[in-house]
Structures are given as C-alpha cells and as structure tokens.
C-alpha cells in the first residue's frame, strides 16, 4: 500500500528565511505533486515532477524528486507572507495518495 | 488550462436527508474522476473512482450505499451522501485527469454541514 510521509507537519518561519518540506513515500511512483491550499480553497497545483532528478521552479518556490530516495522536496527561498498556506504532496500510484500537508505560517 | 467544476460550492442539509453533490469537467471530457473528503486541518482522503458507463470503485471504510456515485456522462459525475448526518460534514473536492493523464483538475469543494 503506497504510503506518503510529510514533515513538518507545521512550520513557522520569518519572512527572508529559506526551508525546505519533505516529502517521502514508500513505493515506486514515477509522478509526485505539489499542491497549494488555502483556507476554505481547493487545491492549486504547484508542480508536477515525472522523473527521476527532475527539478522545477516557480518563483519562490522549486521542488525536486529523487525516484530512488522515493524523496521529493519544496523549497522556499526567501519566503515572503503571501507563501502562507497548506502544501501537500501526492503521489501518483494506480491512484494519487496525499500526504498530510504542511501548514507553512511566514511571519512578516 | 482545463477546468473542473461543482456544484453546489455550500450546502446544509438537515440530518437525514440526502445531498447531491455535481462535479462537471467544462472543456474535456473525463472517462473518470475521483471523489475526495478532507475534514478540517486534515488532508485529502480518496473515496472513490467514479468510472463512466461502470461502477465506481469505493475506497476501504467508505459506505457505498451511503456514498452513491453515479458517472453519467464524460463529463459529469455525482456524489450523492444518503441520509446525511453530522458526522458527513466535510469539504467535499472532486478532480479529473486532464488528457495526458499526468495532470489532475481539482474541482473549487463542496463545503458539506449537517445540522
């Protein structure tokens, strides 16, 4: 059963600093997803990674997948107020497996 | 981009009625669509498949005679909560896979409440 581990969970952070989410999972999956949540919104989609060492960037934000680690990651720089928001990943198996999301809090 | 829609976007209903819930692909055509719950501060729980011209594929724990799904057409498929209580307060999101199927179309959610 494929299984997607995220963390932190919560994370509080100044704004100009940088951080990175994790996004594990535990079986072979070829296509990971990043989404944005607001509150009370649906999803907004980030990015969409399908190979292994792909890299994609948009903004402030880039994310990363390592198919071999079964390890993808969000990276924030210089985060600013407007990143606020719940990010999840999921991944695609024979059917898409959030993880539990990330509430990202950026202090002004 | 393609677009996902539904219907209604908020509804409170009154313990033990039924809700239908319409989730709508606007500029493609969807052979199938899923069913997503997410209770607050929680994360995205599948619930079913909703394949067209076949039954859905329920998720383990989740009530098939109380979750009816019914995929009418390429574009459209419905989630209806029987007998709604309490408990089936939720966000309710639907989403489709767009045509090369690495892409998924989230709906805008359905903000269920049951009195």
């Known amino acids: 059963e494929l299984k997607v581990e995220q963390n932190p969970l919560f994370l509080s952070m100044q704004e100009g600093k940088n951080y990175t989410i994790y996004c594990n999972y535990s079986?072979?999956?070829?296509?990971l997803y990043w989404y944005r949540q607001d509150p009370g919104k649906s999803l907004e989609s980030l990015f969409v990674?399908?190979?292994?060492?792909a890299v994609k960037q948009e903004g402030r934000l880039m994310a990363s997948l390592d198919t071999k680690a079964r390890l993808s990651t969000l990276h924030i720089t210089a985060a600013v107020h407007d990143l606020s928001a719940t990010y999840f990943c999921?991944?695609?198996?024979?059917?898409?497996?959030f993880g539990k999301g990330t509430r990202l809090h950026i202090l002004p | 981009g393609a677009v996902v829609s539904q219907h209604p976007s908020r509804v409170i209903c009154k313990s033990g009625t039924s809700v239908k819930i319409e989730c709508r692909s606007l500029?493609?055509?969807?052979?199938?669509m899923f069913w997503y719950r997410q209770f607050p501060k929680q994360s995205l729980m599948l619930m079913a498949t909703?394949?067209?011209?076949?039954?859905?594929?329920?998720e383990q724990g989740v009530e098939k005679d109380k979750f009816l799904i019914n995929h009418a057409s390429l574009t459209l498929s419905t989630l209806t909560v029987t007998s709604a209580h309490p408990e089936d307060s939720s966000f309710y999101i639907c989403?489709?896979?767009?045509?090369?199927?690495?892409?998924?179309?989230f709906g805008p959610g359905t903000r269920l409440t049951v009195t």
């Open positions: 079986t072979t999956s070829d296509r």
């Open positions: 990674l399908l190979s292994n060492g």
């Open positions: 500029d493609f055509q969807a052979t199938t």
């Open positions: 999921a991944v695609d198996g024979d059917k898409i497996i």
């Open positions: 909703s394949n067209e011209g076949s039954k859905a594929t329920y």
């Open positions: 989403s489709a896979p767009g045509t090369g199927r690495y892409e998924q179309y």
